[in-house]
């Protein structure tokens, strides 16, 4: 069964957002789990309200997408996680903020809860008094010679906190369980009743590093829902800070891979080429990190020639520059001994959760929103998706060295083509209640973010999933078997979002 004949079983919302949503029944919702166990499709998200729970999923070799609803007036529902564990954490969280019980879910524990709130299910139509235990039972290990050594949440570094409970047999690691939420921010609660102005500073604000990718992904949400088209110019525009953002991310990720194989020279050279790309930005568009400079409608800021001109010269700079840093990581043998054959991603995993960015594609994962959902103004440009099959440090790696190529030539054809034009639309008001969902490839994968406008444009719910979600699981297979002094560089090789997370 295709996923269009799935979505038919159901009763279809009035309009698509732009893909097709179905309320449908317990037998059908079964039947898009079974789907997801057979390998049929891939799941795309996972999400709550107050009574049904929504999923949202891809038929890759179609390049289909569709919702599937189950309403829940018994407060329960069919378990994905008990078929298909890449479901697992999603579901914990829904059970966790909603209090909608997955039937037959293996895995109870609370997840982004850790009994702080006050209360529990802080999301659900009545919220419980009573918080939940603090305790945490981590999964049992047991063997001979083994030890645990637990490793945060706060960490040495300025980095995001996160617990990471390590179970080893001498120096190979046997298993890593981590616990995260450290950092949940509320983001869907703050959200739900907002105007579109707070509701997308609240939604850029869900990973730092990403910033640019969650605007986007949020205003293409509400310009589905509205079902307006922003001009040509801002489109042009948003392309151009979200390939700045990735080619800063990837930088950045470059050099911190190589520091953590103790090759410093690496992270300076390619510090350096980070900041440009910041400074650039900062210097065209007036902020860093390019933050709510793109809005539902179109985007904040224009460029002049002048910054055509800068950043024509920074693609120039950096193209100059990059090609020996990429020979030098390939002709440095301490280099290569630490990231060849380390932290493998096996395919079979990949195909599984599905995740996305340099993960995926490391592990053979095609798939890229720019090119597979064609968006404006990815549709109308040349630009090719690299993939390996090794799935290591060393593949991840080469993925983001190529998607750097890959991203300046996106950045010259953007410069080149820049169209005049407004910058901006007025939206109208809704009048009614719609809908809207949009999948955007930010640098560490798709972005998805799902929402529900009231008639005044105000938002009645919106859910945001970052692609760390479906990576996350994935460090622990790739750390299992190596020993504990390369989690570090598998970590980093992953780079996945706390934040965007936790939410």
């Known amino acids: 069964m295709g996923l269009d004949e799935l979505l038919r079983q159901g009763e279809l919302a009035s309009s698509p957002c732009p893909w097709p949503r179905a309320v449908v029944g317990v037998a059908t919702w079964n039947a898009a789990i079974a789907g997801l166990a057979g390998a049929d499709w891939e799941l795309l998200g996972l999400w709550g309200e107050a009574d049904r729970v929504h999923m949202a999923l ?20 069919p378990s994905v996680g008990l078929h298909h564990p890449p479901a697992l954490r999603l579901e914990r969280t829904i059970r966790d903020l909603r209090g909608l019980e997955p039937q037959g879910l293996p895995d109870p524990r609370a997840w982004l809860d850790h009994g702080n709130w006050g209360l529990r299910h802080p999301l659900a139509a009545k919220p419980e008094p009573t918080p939940i235990d603090k305790t945490y039972a981590f999964l049992p290990v047991e063997g001979a010679g083994l030890h645990q050594i637990p490793v945060g949440p706060v960490h040495a570094g300025i980095i995001e906190p996160g617990h990471f409970r390590f179970t080893a047999n001498g120096e190979t ?12 921010k509320g983001i869907e609660g703050l959200i739900a009743g907002a105007n579109l102005g707070k509701a997308g500073k609240l939604a850029a604000r869900a990973s730092g590093d990403s910033t640019v990718a969650y605007g986007l992904a949020f205003a293409r949400a509400v310009e589905a829902a509205l079902g307006v088209e922003v001009p040509l110019r801002a489109h042009h525009l948003r392309a151009l800070m979200a390939e700045l953002e990735r080619l800063a991310n990837h930088l950045g990720d470059f050099g911190a891979i190589c520091n953590d194989a103790s090759f410093a020279l690496m992270l300076a050279h390619c ?3 980070r900041e440009k790309v910041l400074r650039g930005a900062g210097n065209v568009f007036g902020h860093r990190l390019m933050r709510d400079l793109i809005l539902p409608g179109g985007v904040a800021t224009d460029i002049n020639q002048d910054g055509i001109q800068a950043i024509r010269s920074l693609v120039s700079d950096i193209q100059a520059r990059f090609p020996a840093l990429v020979e030098l990581y390939d002709n440095t043998a301490s280099l290569q001994d630490r990231t060849v054959t380390t932290g493998t991603v096996k395919a079979d995993l ?18 890229d929103a720019r090119k597979h959902l064609a968006y404006a103004p990815y549709d109308k440009l040349a630009f090719e998706i690299p993939v390996l099959e090794a799935g290591d440090v060393n593949a991840r790696v080469w993925i983001r060295v190529r998607e750097i190529e890959q991203s300046l030539g996106l950045v010259t054809q953007l410069l080149e083509r820049m169209p005049q034009g407004e910058l901006r639309i007025d939206l109208p008001m809704a009048g009614e209640v719609r809908e809207g969902m949009a999948l955007v490839e ?5 972005i998805l973010v799902w929402l529900r406008l009231n008639a005044d444009n105000s938002i009645a ?11 996350w699981p994935l460090l622990e297979a790739a750390i299992q078997d190596n020993i ?8 980093k090789s992953f780079n996945c979002s ?6």
Not at 350 to 367: M, V
Not at 498 to 503: A, F, I, N, Q
Request: hydrophobic share 35%; net charge positive; aromatic share 12%.
């Open 498 to 503: 706390y934040s965007g997370h936790d939410l």
């Open 461 to 471: 719910h919106c859910h945001l999933r970052d692609p760390s979600w479906f990576q």
């Open 350 to 367: 990949a195909r599984q959760y599905a995740p996305g960015g340099f993960i995926g594609r490391a592990s053979g994962r095609t798939f």
């Open 484 to 491: 504990v002094a390369d989690f570090p560089l598998c970590n």
């Open 442 to 446: 930010g640098f560490r994968g798709d």
């Open 173 to 184: 690691v046997v298993r890593l369980e981590p616990r995260l939420g450290y950092v949940h």
């Open 271 to 273: 510090g350096v080429l």
């Open 58 to 77: 891809l038929d890759a070799p179609k390049t289909v997408v569709g919702i599937v609803t189950l309403d829940c007036p018994t407060r329960r529902y």
